[in-house]
């Protein structure tokens, strides 16, 4: 049937879980690689399939979603250390009630977004994720028997902050004017929104790890948007709030906890030390953030560098792992130039992230649609060779 009697799914076991080692805090053979975006627009495989399918069907229909996600693992066998189910953040404002569509070469757009706080009436009162997300899980639970142990799987969700920028401004901005309006003229009524958002999140997360989710990624990726202070105020306590909240309840489930990533993009500059305090396993920097010098303040900001628990040491017990940060740019440069890049920051003369452990190789952001799928193996072959020779020293 493929589930055991507390209806859990059992999976094929894992060939390989250097990711996994590497989120809970420890040293590795090499690090573990992956990329944001991996499955998308830059892979020819991806768009011919788009030729013939929507956007949102392709996430609602399992065996599309599972193909997507294989796809990069196929083509760079062996370079890959995880797979991110294919889906999309804005799958959650679906699920509260908003229409999302995607529109070619234009990207998401909601038809009605979120204009006052009186519009938050449109939304579900409660959502049920089995019934709206159902297919998530879905494909999630076919995709941990295709990858038939290969690698992990990555589940994820979009942060509320990040979230509610999409709902009022209905879809991207250059400058969220509409969305930061709201947490100055109605400060509350956004903390309402946030909360609503952060309470689905978690039953989102949770019900993905049930599917067979491996590993948890939330993506604020607007958090560089807002001053420190609504940082702080609007989107901080709802980070730690699903990191705690959703450990609290695998917990309760007897599920086994899995890794949490927290990708606060632009807002380390300010809150780096505040947000490897929330809760997570990994910190995922963007490329604004110096290597060595992230490892230094998240090692720092750890009340657990008591001699138990040494340096850095979160709830779970282990140092925060960091993760990161080659600009996704430089994969548009020479493969030479990729090269060079990839080992200043595994070993800069101001310290890299090789050799540490407690590392996950990545971009800072997402690989652009643009880039040409031959660079980015020679950015993963790159990191398997310089980080086996850096711990080999
Ligand atoms: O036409 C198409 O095929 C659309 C392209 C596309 C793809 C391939 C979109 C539209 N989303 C995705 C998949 C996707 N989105 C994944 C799949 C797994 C992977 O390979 O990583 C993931 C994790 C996301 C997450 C996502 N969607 C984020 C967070 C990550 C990030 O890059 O910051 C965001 C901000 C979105 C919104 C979104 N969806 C799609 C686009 C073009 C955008 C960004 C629009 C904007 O600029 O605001």
Not at 33 to 52: D, T
Not at 265 to 275: I, M, N, R, T
């Amino acid at each position: 049937t493929g589930t055991n009697a507390s209806g859990a799914h059992h999976f094929p076991g894992m060939r390989n879980d250097l990711i996994l080692r590497a989120a809970r805090g420890q040293q590795t053979e090499r690090a573990p690689v992956w990329v944001m975006r991996q499955a998308g627009r830059y892979l020819p495989e991806f768009r011919k399939l788009r030729e013939s399918h929507d956007f949102f069907t392709c996430c609602r229909t399992p065996s599309l979603a599972t193909e997507i996600t294989l796809q990069p693992i196929r083509r760079y066998s062996g370079l890959l250390d995880a797979a991110i189910i294919f889906s999309d953040i804005l799958v959650i404002p679906q699920a509260m009630g908003l229409t999302v569509e995607m529109l070619p070469s234009k990207g998401p757009h909601f038809p009605a977004p979120l204009e006052t706080p009186k519009d938050v009436a449109r939304l579900h009162k409660r959502v049920d994720v089995h019934k709206e997300l159902g297919y998530v899980f879905d494909a999630i639970t076919m995709t941990r028997r295709e990858l038939a142990g290969e690698v992990p799987l990555i589940g994820f969700c979009g942060a509320p902050w990040t979230l509610m920028a999409y709902m009022i401004e209905g879809g991207g901005s250059k400058g969220f004017e509409k969305a930061k309006r709201w947490l100055y003229d109605y400060p509350e009524e956004s903390k309402e929104l946030l909360q609503r958002i952060a309470d689905v999140c978690v039953d989102f997360l949770v019900g993905q790890v049930k599917a067979g989710a491996q590993l948890l990624q939330v993506f604020d990726s607007w958090a560089g948007e807002l001053s420190p202070a609504h940082f702080r105020t609007f989107s901080l306590p709802y980070l730690r709030s699903i990191a705690s909240s959703v450990k609290d309840r695998l917990a309760c489930s007897s599920t086994q906890c899995v890794p949490m990533i927290c990708f606060a993009k632009g807002a380390l500059g300010h809150s780096l030390s505040d947000v490897a305090k929330a809760g997570y396993d990994v910190v995922a920097l963007d490329w604004t953030v110096e290597p060595a010098q992230a490892r230094k303040v998240v090692d720092a900001a750890m009340p657990g560098s008591a001699p138990s628990k040494g340096a850095g040491a979160n709830e779970a017990g282990h140092r925060v792992a960091l993760q990161g940060n080659m600009d996704p740019s430089v994969l548009y440069a020479s493969k030479e130039a990729i090269e060079v890049e990839v080992e200043k920051m595994l070993r800069s003369r101001k310290g890299g992230f090789g050799g540490e452990g407690a590392y996950i190789a990545n971009l800072g952001h997402g690989i652009t649609p643009g880039v040409d799928p031959e660079h980015l193996r020679a950015y993963l072959k790159a990191i398997h060779r310089y980080s086996r020779e850096i711990n080999a020293e």
